[in-house]
């Protein structure tokens, strides 16, 4: 099957074209300069010109301070091009995997969040992705809006790379211990949407998609460095609100429930330690 990804130049877009292309499908790369989802005028205009058999859009602002320093632009990439999307998906009846996030949710209460919690998103990005996703769904009730969380993988380095890296070099380390998530491995969310999109007759609707178990990046830290060969340095705990280059508010508790992706798909996501093992084994590989 040809599959058309958006943002390949991101984390897990990257992935998802690695992913396919190793599988043996064809993909359709486009990146901004295919298509630009700011350009929502013309979207559904260029993509009528492209041939695709599936299509799968992991492409977003992804900032949140550049989301909350231009809510417009943030508006037509994240809001509004989801829904041209889905209707091109839904005319031309293939299948449509958008990818959302966890920032959806309002993060007040502790736990962790399932596809039936009422999202009330506290950030420009957060709101603007929530209307994409109902965009998505409105124009196509049978796309997947897939929401994942804390994105982690070889195509953009983030925290889980600057923390391996402080460590080897002797660094301090420190991270934030009172915001509470789950981590995604980009490898293991590209096996669980093919599984989705391998659905025959999908019901479609809101999926959670992550490695489960929540945590803070100040846990994600002190994983990183049980494992290593420095297992006894010292992670300082920081605070959210200590954080003044977050312009944006960042939702508190926003851990998924993966339960309803095992149910429709069969496909369990194994623990986010589990896999960050993995992600480091492959990388000395
Ligand atoms: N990263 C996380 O931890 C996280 C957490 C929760 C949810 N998510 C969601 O997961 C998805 C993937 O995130 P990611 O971390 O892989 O993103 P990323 O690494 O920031 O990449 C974003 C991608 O979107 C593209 N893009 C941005 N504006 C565009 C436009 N106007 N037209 C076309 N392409 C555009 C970028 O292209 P350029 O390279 O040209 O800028 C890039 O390829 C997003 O939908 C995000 O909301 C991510």
């Known amino acids: 099957m040809k599959i058309a990804i958006t943002g390949i130049t991101g984390r897990l877009g990257g992935a998802l074209a690695r992913y396919y292309q190793a599988i043996g499908n064809k993909v359709i790369g486009l990146d901004r300069l295919a298509c630009d989802l700011s350009k929502t005028d013309s979207l559904a205009i260029t993509l009528d010109q492209i041939e695709f058999g599936a299509l799968i859009n992991p492409a977003a602002m992804t900032s949140l301070e550049v989301c909350e320093n231009d809510p417009e632009l943030s508006d037509r990439v994240n809001a509004i091009a989801p829904g041209i999307l889905a209707t091109v998906c839904a005319e031309r009846q293939v299948p449509f995997i958008h990818i959302s996030t966890d920032y959806v949710f309002d993060g007040k209460e502790p736990g962790t969040r399932s596809e039936k919690d009422p999202a009330k998103p506290i950030s420009v990005y957060g709101k603007t992705k929530l209307v994409g996703e109902e965009a998505a769904l409105s124009a196509y009730p049978q796309a997947w809006v897939a929401r994942v969380s804390w994105l982690f993988g070889p195509e953009r380095p983030g925290f889980v790379e600057m923390i391996r890296d402080r460590l080897v070099q002797g660094e301090p380390l420190g991270a934030i211990d009172d915001k509470f998530s ?95 093992a993995a992600y480091f084994s492959t990388e000395t590989e």
């Open 182 to 276: 789950c981590p995604t491995y980009v490898d293991d969310a590209a096996v669980a949407l093919d599984h989705l999109l391998s659905l025959t007759d999908p019901a479609g609707g809101l999926v959670h998609v992550c490695n489960p178990g929540p945590t803070s990046w100040h846990g994600i830290a002190c994983e990183i460095v049980a494992r290593s060969e420095q297992p006894q340095t010292p992670v300082a705990r920081q605070k959210l609100d200590e954080m003044t280059g977050f312009q944006a508010p960042r939702p508190v508790h926003t851990a998924m429930d993966v339960s309803y992706l095992e149910a429709l798909t069969g496909h369990a996501m194994r623990p986010w330690q589990e896999a960050l």
